[in-house]
């Protein structure tokens, strides 16, 4: 089994932290963490850094990158480099291996439709290579959740 997040924050952060330094071998998945707005105050955004420092260590910590889009000033920008920065974050802390797609869709509606979120985080992994891409969109997936394989069309991942 593995535990999903949600709605991410500085104290569900430092939990998290906390839980995996209690309970190593469980597996986490941590939702939606695109869509946190970094908080105003020097220490708490300091604090968060470092405990997601801390959690990209944890090799049975997974981030899904859902809830991408966000408003600024009353509009969703979506252009795709607008978020870059959230994203190479992510890359640079969790790498190509345990990053994973989440649309949140029907949530991700009230941001923008499904083809822009998509477009958004396809074009983002595509400049990363397409090992990258089909880590991002399956492959991770299969690791984070343990999925079992139960129809002969569903694709498997390789040995080695």
């Known amino acids: 089994m593995a535990l999903d997040t949600a709605n991410p924050n500085p104290a569900l952060i430092a939990a998290v932290v906390r839980l995996t330094e209690q309970v190593p ?7 939606h963490l695109p869509q946190m707005e ?10 968060v850094r470092l405990n997601l ?12 990158v859902s809830e991408v889009l966000r408003r600024v000033s009353g509009q969703v920008p979506h252009a795709t480099n607008f978020y870059r920065d959230r994203r190479d974050e992510l890359w640079e802390l969790f790498g ?8 949140d869709w029907p ?3 009230t941001w923008g439709t499904y083809p822009q979120v998509l477009k958004i985080v396809h074009e983002y992994f595509l400049s990363k290579g397409r090992a990258a891409t089909e880590k991002f969109f399956w492959k ?12 002969k069309s569903q694709p498997q991942l390789l040995p080695g």
Do not use: C, H
């Open 25 to 31: 071998g469980l597996r986490v998945v941590m939702d």
């Open 38 to 47: 970094p908080s105003e105050e020097s220490q708490t955004r300091t604090l």
């Open 53 to 64: 420092q801390e959690l990209g260590k944890r090799s049975q910590v997974y981030v899904k």
């Open 96 to 103: 190509p291996d345990r990053l994973m797609f989440g649309s």
């Open 107 to 109: 949530n991700s509606d």
């Open 140 to 151: 991770n997936s299969i690791t984070a959740y343990r999925w079992m394989k139960r129809e």
